[in-house]
């Protein structure tokens, strides 16, 4: 198979990363990567699936990262997974003969161990540069999930379902595999029942996800729905406002640099120095243009203000306003070379269970355990924009009787992939958002 025909493949059946911000895979499809590699760091803390699926599905990816592998003359496959993930690291190791040219690379427990940039040097010992892609270092990262997909849009299934760790103020967490589109109010069902009396329930991860409302639909890149209370200390922390936290900022950093010294990027060589932010705003300082435009090679991690800071501050916070700030107006990071890596990198990984005790999470880890049969669903909001680039565009029209696995939306122009119904039944109303669709 050549690169153009898997590209079409992964495109039409609507193939994007399987969490993060679900860029297109065929997009990261070039004859310039000499290293693959399989992403199964589980990055953020609590979720469960891609261990669990590569467990349950160990053959099936091995056979697609074989194939990606072949298609791209790629001379180096690398597994990176966990060490503590023992069974399926087993599962692996029980077929990996089958597969030529495929190691595995086992990692520290460490957060963020998944980060693409930090992943790609622990694998190959290689620095992405800031500001620059992992191509130009001849590398490209699929995740676990990401490659199942793969494995079933080369056997003609296109993406209608999603896998998603339920876990937190739960009575029976779980992972279940969902139609996309579902609502998360409908999906939360399958952990039983919801243990507070007010929760909120955050999307995609503790360190790096967001609020959403049970009315808000899964989509390809939902990885994790956790249900906390209210007035939990990580709920409080995520809501502070800009200007509160500056105002603290002012008053308590002391410049330990600790949220410097642990930076992940920072230690890789990258230009971003949390501590030297927070002095320039704190003391109004607009003149040091660097401080502000170094926040854009911060990955938001969110390690400095979650775990680092002993006075509670929020710089990843204020960093990513003023990132946002600076992308709105037209400012992008412009790559530049790294520094050499810090020769106590190693003594400053942040260990996954510290910092679930840190964020007060410890609790909520417990199994979760796989339930790969899809949860059926009554009606589904397909979001047309569920990836980087433009959204699909509908081919279908209101009143159209559909089946699971149609394609309801084409890829548009550029960078976009297609559609498809995630249950079979009637397309009920379709705009500029979503495609909703009822069953019959």
Same mark, same amino acid.
């Given at each position: 198979?050549?690169?153009?025909?898997?590209?079409?493949?992964?495109?039409?059946?609507?193939?994007?990363?399987?969490?993060?911000?679900?860029?297109?895979?065929?997009?990261?499809?070039?004859?310039?990567?000499?290293?693959?590699?399989?992403?199964?760091?589980?990055?953020?803390?609590?979720?469960?699936?891609?261990?669990?699926?590569?467990?349950?599905?160990?053959?099936?990816?091995?056979?697609?990262?074989?194939?990606?592998?072949?298609?791209?003359?790629?001379?180096? #496959?690398?597994?990176?997974?966990?060490?503590?993930?023992?069974?399926?690291?087993?599962?692996?190791?029980?077929?990996?003969?089958?597969?030529?040219?495929?190691?595995?690379?086992?990692?520290?427990?460490?957060?963020?161990?998944?980060?693409?940039?930090?992943?790609?040097?622990?694998?190959?010992?290689?620095?992405?540069?800031?500001?620059?892609?992992?191509?130009?270092?001849?590398?490209?990262?699929?995740?676990?999930?990401?490659?199942?997909?793969?494995?079933?849009?080369?056997?003609?299934?296109?993406?209608?379902?999603?896998?998603?760790?339920?876990?937190?103020?739960?009575?029976?967490?779980?992972?279940?595999?969902?139609?996309?589109?579902?609502?998360?109010?409908?999906?939360?069902?399958?952990?039983?029942?919801?243990?507070?009396?007010?929760?909120?329930?955050?999307?995609?991860?503790?360190?790096?996800?967001?609020?959403?409302?049970?009315?808000?639909?899964?989509?390809?890149?939902?990885?994790?729905?956790?249900?906390?209370?209210?007035?939990?200390?990580?709920?409080?922390?995520?809501?502070?406002?800009?200007?509160?936290?500056?105002?603290?900022?002012?008053?308590?950093?002391?410049?330990?640099?600790?949220?410097?010294?642990?930076?992940?990027?920072?230690?890789?060589?990258?230009?971003?120095?949390?501590?030297?932010?927070?002095?320039?705003?704190?003391?109004?300082? #607009?003149?040091?243009?660097?401080?502000?435009?170094?926040?854009?090679?911060?990955?938001?991690?969110?390690?400095?203000?979650?775990?680092?800071?002993?006075?509670?501050?929020?710089?990843?916070?204020?960093?990513?306003?003023?990132?946002?700030?600076?992308?709105?107006?037209?400012?992008?990071?412009?790559?530049?070379?790294?520094?050499?890596?810090?020769?106590?990198?190693?003594?400053?990984?942040?260990?996954?269970?510290?910092?679930?005790?840190?964020?007060?999470?410890?609790?909520?880890?417990?199994?979760?355990?796989?339930?790969?049969?899809?949860?059926?669903?009554?009606?589904?909001?397909?979001?047309?924009?569920?990836?980087?680039?433009?959204?699909?565009?509908?081919?279908?029209?209101?009143?159209?009787?559909?089946?699971?696995?149609?394609?309801?939306?084409?890829?548009?122009?550029?960078?976009?992939?297609?559609?498809?119904?995630?249950?079979?039944?009637?397309?009920?109303?379709?705009?500029?958002?979503?495609?909703?669709?009822?069953?019959?």
């Amino acid at each position: 198979m050549d690169i153009e025909t898997l590209s079409k493949i992964l495109r039409e059946n609507g193939v994007v990363g399987a969490g993060g911000a679900g860029f297109p895979t065929y997009g990261k499809l070039s004859d310039k990567a000499d290293t693959i590699i399989l992403n199964c760091a589980e990055c953020e803390p609590l979720l469960k699936l891609h261990r669990q699926l590569l467990l349950l599905k160990c053959r099936e990816i091995l056979k697609a990262f074989s194939i990606v592998k072949e298609t791209l003359n790629a001379k180096n #496959a690398i597994i990176g997974i966990k060490a503590e993930y023992a069974e399926t690291v087993d599962a692996i190791e029980a077929i990996l003969p089958e597969f030529k040219g495929i190691t595995v690379k086992k990692l520290k427990s460490s957060y963020p161990a998944g980060d693409e940039v930090v992943l790609i040097y622990e694998t190959t010992g290689r620095v992405v540069r800031p500001g620059g892609i992992p191509i130009e270092q001849g590398v490209a990262v699929f995740n676990v999930e990401t490659m199942y997909n793969t494995y079933r849009a080369l056997n003609d299934h296109p993406v209608t379902s999603k896998l998603v760790t339920i876990v937190g103020e739960v009575s029976d967490p779980v992972t279940v595999r969902v139609p996309v589109g579902m609502s998360i109010g409908d999906a939360l069902k399958s952990a039983g029942r919801v243990t507070v009396d007010d929760p909120v329930y955050l999307i995609g991860g503790p360190m790096m996800g967001s609020f959403k409302s049970s009315a808000d639909p899964v989509t390809k890149t939902t990885n994790a729905i956790i249900v906390l209370p209210r007035d939990h200390k990580l709920v409080q922390r995520k809501k502070t406002d800009f200007k509160i936290a500056k105002a603290r900022a002012a008053s308590a950093c002391c410049q330990c640099m600790t949220c410097t010294d642990l930076c992940p990027r920072h230690n890789l060589g990258h230009p971003i120095e949390p501590h030297l932010f927070m002095r320039a705003v704190a003391n109004g300082d #607009a003149g040091n243009t660097e401080a502000f435009l170094n926040t854009m090679y911060c990955s938001s991690c969110g390690l400095c203000e979650n775990f680092s800071c002993p006075q509670g501050l929020n710089p990843r916070s204020m960093m990513a306003e003023v990132k946002s700030e600076l992308r709105k107006n037209g400012i992008k990071p412009v790559p530049k070379e790294p520094k050499p890596v810090n020769e106590a990198r190693e003594y400053r990984k942040v260990p996954t269970k510290r910092l679930l005790a840190r964020l007060g999470l410890s609790e909520y880890d417990k199994e979760a355990r796989l339930n790969d049969a899809i949860v059926p669903a009554n009606r589904v909001s397909i979001g047309l924009s569920q990836h980087i680039g433009a959204p699909a565009v509908p081919c279908v029209k209101v009143g159209d009787l559909v089946k699971e696995g149609d394609c309801i939306a084409t890829p548009a122009s550029g960078l976009s992939v297609g559609i498809h119904a995630s249950i079979s039944g009637r397309v009920l109303e379709i705009n500029e958002r979503f495609v909703i669709i009822e069953k019959e």
